[in-house]
């Protein structure tokens, strides 16, 4: 019976000792942790790559670290060091082991690499084979190879990649793809090809139908050549797609309706579009109008009302201007009221500016609300007039 126990005990003696050393053996085979891998701050602050170098070196990468790689890529980038952001990314693409999605990403910020330095070349050519990928790498491709060529003015290559349909179905896209067949419809109009520049204008409208600069450019070329009417079409019609493409199209337009001695119905028109949008230039351009019908004292008074409500520098020098072109005298009722609306201009400019960031206020601080740098805000000094009033 005792040696029937003990070999019971020697059984189990011998079972755990084989457990334990097993055990041990399995921690020691299994690679230990890499706790020197270091945050991006770190690696930024070491400025020297032996870490860097270290961390490359590792046999396998997992998402954690590679991530932290491409946001280290990424500030280096930023911080002007594109060639050692594309050292990086290049000594990572290198590698065998990483998936197909890691790759992907790696290639994408090496391109963006590339078009920082100034290698365009071949930034293009990654950029053109990650177009054949999908999900957000496809996009951001495409997105930095449109605004790559828009930088160098080669306009012919994204319209051809849209026609092959390599560009996503994004409005964004669209709305650049647009504006490029505008770039060249301009380019056509210089070189007086002018059946060139409408098929390339509704081109850009077939893509984006809300680009009003097919129709401003469409609206120029009628002007330039005594259409008139046509002209006016076209710049209504763009303001009617954008309301903000009155700022390219008020001047040629007002020049249209002079010319076809229409001031009432330039008058009226811009009325209601300072009613709908308050855009001063407009309100401006119209009272003019109604000055120039032999009316300048209701137009100063019309003047006056609006920028009780709306004051503006560009309102007020407009006034002056209508005073002084018509020959008009301001009452005492109407110098009170210039002296409310130009008080309500002066309170509401800025009188202090942060000399670190520019920021500009209307009441002093000690710390600055946009930079929080401290004793940085001094008195703001307005900048001497470019042109002088020619009266």
Same mark, same amino acid.
């Given at each position: 019976?005792?040696?029937?126990? &003990? ?5 189990? %003696? ?11 053996? %399995? ?21 020297? @790559? ?13 998402? @954690? %670290? ?14 002007? *060091? ?12 290198? $590698? ?15 391109? =963006?690499?590339?078009?920082? %330095? ?6 293009? $050519? ?5 177009? @054949? ?11 930095? &190879?449109? *605004?790559? +060529? ?28 647009? /504006? ?12 007086? @090809? ?28 009628? /002007? ?26 008020? *001047? ?15 008058? $009226? ?9 308050? +855009? ?38 407009? &006034? ?14 109407? &110098?009170?009221? =210039? +002296? ?52």
């Amino acid at each position: 019976m005792m040696d029937s126990a &003990l070999v019971y005990l020697l059984l189990l %003696a011998g079972v755990a000792i084989g457990w334990g050393f097993g055990y041990r053996f %399995a921690r020691q085979s299994k690679p230990p942790e890499p706790d020197w891998i270091p945050n991006v701050e770190l690696l930024l602050a070491e400025a020297n @790559d032996v870490a860097l170098e270290r961390f490359l070196n590792v046999p396998q990468l997992d998402d @954690d %670290a590679l991530d932290l790689l491409l946001k280290l890529g990424r500030s280096l980038r930023e911080k002007g *060091e594109a060639d050692r952001a594309i050292h990086l990314h290049q000594s990572l693409f290198a $590698r065998t082991d990483l998936p197909k999605h890691s790759m992907q990403a790696l290639e994408l910020e090496l391109a =963006v690499d590339y078009a920082h %330095a100034g290698l365009l070349d071949r930034a293009e $050519r990654l950029f053109l084979e990650l177009l @054949d990928s999908k999900g957000r790498v496809q996009e951001k491709a495409a997105f930095a &190879l449109v *605004e790559l +060529y828009e930088e160098e003015g080669d306009w012919q290559q994204i319209l051809d990649l849209h026609q092959r349909k390599k560009l996503p179905s994004d409005d964004t896209i669209a709305r650049r793809v647009a /504006h490029a067949a505008c770039e060249m419809a301009e380019q056509a109009r210089q070189q007086d @090809d002018f059946l060139e520049l409408h098929k390339l204008c509704k081109r850009a409208l077939k893509v984006d139908p809300h680009c009003a600069r097919a129709w401003v450019v469409q609206g120029d070329l009628a /002007h330039v050549q005594g259409e008139l009417r046509e002209a006016v079409r076209c710049y209504l019609r763009a303001v009617d797609v954008d309301g903000q493409a009155i700022i390219h199209t008020l *001047e040629p337009m007002v020049d249209c309706f002079r010319q076809l001695q229409d001031l009432d119905g330039l008058e $009226r028109y811009l009325g209601q579009h300072w009613r709908d949008t308050h +855009y001063v230039p407009a309100l401006i351009a119209q009272l003019e109008c109604e000055a120039e019908q032999g009316d300048a004292s209701a137009a100063i008074s019309q003047l006056l009302q609006e920028l009780t409500t709306q004051p503006s520098n560009q309102g007020f020098f407009a &006034l002056v201007e209508l005073v002084m072109r018509h020959r008009q005298q301001l009452d005492k009722s109407q &110098l009170l009221v =210039v +002296y409310g609306i130009l008080r309500r201009i002066v309170e509401s400019e800025p009188r202090f500016v942060c000399n670190h960031c520019g920021f500009k206020a209307t009441e002093p601080h000690w710390r600055c609300p946009s930079c929080k740098s401290w004793s940085t805000l001094g008195s703001f000094v307005p900048q001497p007039p470019v042109a002088r009033l020619k009266l």
